[in-house]
């Protein structure tokens, strides 16, 4: 069974860092692009980055290009998004997703990341 | 960017309903869309791929259609499970997708 567990969100000041984590199991991480897409509260839904599954090719949105880092340890079966400079805009639950093909085909339950002061 | 507008925005209906939702595209994408249901709390989940693939495990009352800038999500026969939120994605500028709105599905 496919599996994305996101940890590591939080409330956090403005201009603070945050690093979130998505642990994958049930297939071969290392053969699938995957990407974050985040819900603000209430709002719909926005992707934010995504990497390749060598990790070799990164792209972000660019509402985050400059402050957020995408990353990859296919060894760890894990995903990582480091967030840097958080703003009350970064103020949302974080998925991590699968890529098949152009669409997102499982992901994980989310993790809530609250930018406030 | 490509801008994807879904209407309605929110849309009240009866189990046994055929009920279809449209997605409009600001420019053409050819085939490269997808839907998503969305339950409340709960994480979005791929209902069509590439316009009107049916993902695995997905009953077949869910169908979508179209090409270019118009499309559309069909459920031709709502069931008590099927209220939700749906997204359409649109995937011509893949990685950097963006998504509808989204349609509020509600039990009238």
């Known amino acids: 069974e496919v599996q994305l567990v996101e940890s590591g969100g939080g409330l956090v000041q403005p201009g603070g860092s945050l690093r979130l984590s998505c642990a994958a199991s049930?297939?071969?991480?290392?053969?699938?692009?995957m990407n974050w897409v985040r819900q603000a509260p209430g709002k719909g839904l926005e992707w934010v980055s995504y990497?390749?599954?060598?990790?070799?090719?990164?792209y972000y949105a660019d509402s985050v290009k400059g402050r957020f880092t995408i990353s990859r340890d296919n060894a760890k079966n894990s995903l990582y998004l480091q967030m840097n400079s958080l703003r009350a805009e970064d103020t949302a639950v974080y998925y991590c997703?699968?890529?098949?093909?152009?669409?997102?085909?499982?992901w994980g339950q989310g993790t809530l990341v609250t930018v406030s002061s | 960017d490509i801008q994807m507008t879904q209407s309605p925005s929110s849309v009240s209906a009866s189990v046994g309903d055929r009920v279809t939702i449209t997605c409009r595209a600001s420019?053409?994408?050819?085939?490269?869309l997808a839907w998503y249901q969305q339950k409340p709390g709960k994480a979005p989940k791929l209902l069509i791929y590439?316009?009107?693939s049916l993902q695995s495990g997905v009953p077949s009352r869910f169908s979508g259609s179209g090409s270019g800038t118009d499309f559309t999500l069909t459920i031709s026969s709502l069931q008590p499970e099927d209220f939700a939120t749906y997204y359409c994605?649109?995937?011509?500028?893949?990685?950097?997708?963006?998504f509808g709105q989204g349609t509020r599905l509600e039990i009238k």
């Open positions: 990497i390749s599954s060598s990790g070799s090719t990164i």
């Open positions: 590439a316009a009107s």
């Open positions: 997703a699968r890529g098949k093909g152009r669409s997102f085909d499982y």
């Open positions: 994605q649109q995937a011509n500028s893949f990685p950097q997708v963006t």
């Open positions: 420019q053409g994408i050819s085939s490269w």
């Open positions: 049930g297939f071969t991480f290392s053969s699938y692009e």
